[in-house]
């Protein structure tokens, strides 16, 4: 079992719409919880992060948590086509030497006009 | 004014070289990292820095050595370049006080011919 699971998508959605990337992992000492957009040939960038159970709204992103279950989740509102890019998940399990972000594969999304 | 800045951003080499890749963050974080994101677009860290010090070092070939001369700069050396390790490089830094939220960098995308 991977350590940070995400379907790899496309996920397609119209303009508009509410589109929903679920995260799943591994191990239950993970304390924190990030989303990472990546446009094509880019790097990587910090859009939410989570520690806590529940709700975290920012703008047209609200991340969700549940470590009974061991998901994140992030749900992108109002998608524009800007937002076409691959969301990676990262989760931050602390360990002795050291904190180390561990990252999903990425979802690709995919918004149409 | 750029946050975590890497150099080269091409990187076209031969089998057998060695070559350097250096990164630098103004954002006053104490902690750094190298990523390798592959061809199928798989983000995996590969070393981690705290002031100067190692902290992390992942499964990663001894034909790779990182180099921290102080907090600010975080550099990678390959040596006897392989073609395997065609890929993006990315470098990213955190602190402690912001809950390890990663900044990356632009990328060092290596080619080995």
């Known amino acids: 079992q991977k350590e940070v699971e995400q379907n790899s998508g496309p996920l397609s959605v119209p303009e508009g719409a509410i589109a929903s990337l679920n995260c799943t992992y591994s191990d239950r000492g993970s304390q924190s919880f990030f989303w990472y957009r990546q446009y094509s040939g880019k790097s990587p960038e910090l859009i939410m992060f989570i520690y806590s159970n529940g709700d975290k709204e920012d703008g047209r992103f609200t991340a969700q948590l549940n470590k009974a279950s061991q998901y994140v989740s992030l749900l992108i509102r109002d998608s524009q086509p800007s937002d076409s890019a691959t969301y990676l998940c990262a989760v931050n399990i602390p360990r002795a030497a050291g904190n180390k972000l561990t990252f999903g594969g990425g979802t690709r999304v995919l918004v149409k006009p | 004014d750029t946050a975590v800045s890497q150099t080269p951003k091409y990187l076209v080499t031969q089998m057998g070289n060695d070559k350097s890749i250096k990164c630098e963050q103004n954002?006053?974080?104490?902690?750094m990292y190298w990523y390798k994101q592959d061809s199928k677009k798989f983000l995996k860290i590969m070393f981690s820095?705290?002031?100067?010090?190692?902290?992390i070092n992942e499964t990663v070939p001894n034909r790779f050595s990182p180099k921290s001369p102080d907090k600010a700069h975080l550099n990678l050396h390959i040596n006897s370049l392989e073609l395997g390790d065609s890929a993006v490089y990315f470098c990213?830094?955190?602190?402690?006080?912001?809950?390890?939220?990663?900044?990356f960098g632009p990328g060092t995308r290596l080619t080995v011919t």
């Open positions: 954002l006053g974080h104490d902690t």
């Open positions: 820095y705290n002031n100067k010090e190692l902290i």
């Open positions: 990213a830094s955190s602190t402690r006080s912001r809950g390890y939220e990663q900044y």
